[in-house]
């Protein structure tokens, strides 16, 4: 079945450097790829997304890439801060029908202070 | 604007027995997807409703049913409970299909 690939599970940053957490998805056909933070006991959330026609997409901190071919999409959170700290989540739409996301299995970042 | 509320926030049921959660979408979302996310795990797709018509659905067995009604609130039944469905119950809605979603707090389900 189709799925979603999420590395690392977990990662350890010094407050200031940059975290990086990479996704592999199976289905050609997705095209919409949402990021979620996911704080201990709390909802998921929303944070940046990016759709098949665009290869990189910027918020302030936050950015994600996206490279159709390999079927690789990156978040990347530079100058962390330990509100940053939280898992993080990637999903895909499966095929057209973008309803449905296959999410990924999680990265849990530490930001050290 | 109002966002995603579900209730309860937590249940603890018995093995074989049936639950109902409880949804209410964010204003102006017409659409409404419900997760099973088990500890340490990423969510995982149940079904979703849209204009209270089932739009999709995820590999989770009959006994997982869902409704919609007409002021697109939602409930996800659960019938036959087993151990194995202990999970984090997540809704989310969205404006139409397909954009991101905002997602509920969950109800925490426990079954013993």
């Known amino acids: 079945g189709e799925n979603v690939e999420q590395h690392p599970s977990t990662l350890s940053v010094q407050e200031g450097d940059s975290a990086v957490i990479k996704c592999t998805y199976s289905?050609?056909?997705?095209?919409?790829f949402p990021w979620y933070k996911q704080e201990l006991g709390k909802r998921p959330q929303l944070i940046i997304d990016?759709?098949?026609?665009?290869g990189e997409k910027k918020d302030q901190r936050i950015a994600v890439t996206l490279n159709k071919t390999a079927k690789h999409f990156s978040l990347h959170i530079t100058e962390t801060q330990p509100e940053d700290s939280a898992v993080y989540f990637c999903?895909?739409?499966?095929?057209?029908?973008?309803?449905?996301?296959?999410f990924g299995t999680g990265t849990r970042l530490k930001v050290l202070a | 604007e109002t966002g995603v509320t579900q209730s309860p926030t937590h249940l603890i049921k018995t093995r074989g027995q049936q639950v109902t959660l409880r949804c209410s979408s964010q204003?102006?979302?017409?659409?409404v997807s419900w997760y099973q996310q088990a500890l340490g795990q990423g969510p995982q797709f149940i079904f979703q409703?849209?204009?209270?018509?089932?739009?999709g659905r995820g590999n989770f067995p009959p006994r997982f049913s869902g409704l919609q009604f007409p002021n697109y609130s939602s409930e996800l039944n659960v019938n036959a409970l087993e151990l194995d469905d202990s999970a984090l119950y997540l809704c989310?809605?969205?404006?139409?299909?397909?954009?991101?979603?905002?997602f509920g707090s969950g109800t925490r389900l426990t079954v013993v």
């Open positions: 989310a809605s969205s404006p139409k299909t397909g954009d991101g979603y905002t």
């Open positions: 289905d050609s056909a997705s095209n919409y």
């Open positions: 990016i759709r098949s026609n665009v």
């Open positions: 999903a895909a739409s499966l095929g057209g029908m973008t309803y449905k996301y296959i």
């Open positions: 204003s102006g979302h017409n659409t």
């Open positions: 409703y849209y204009r209270e018509e089932e739009n």
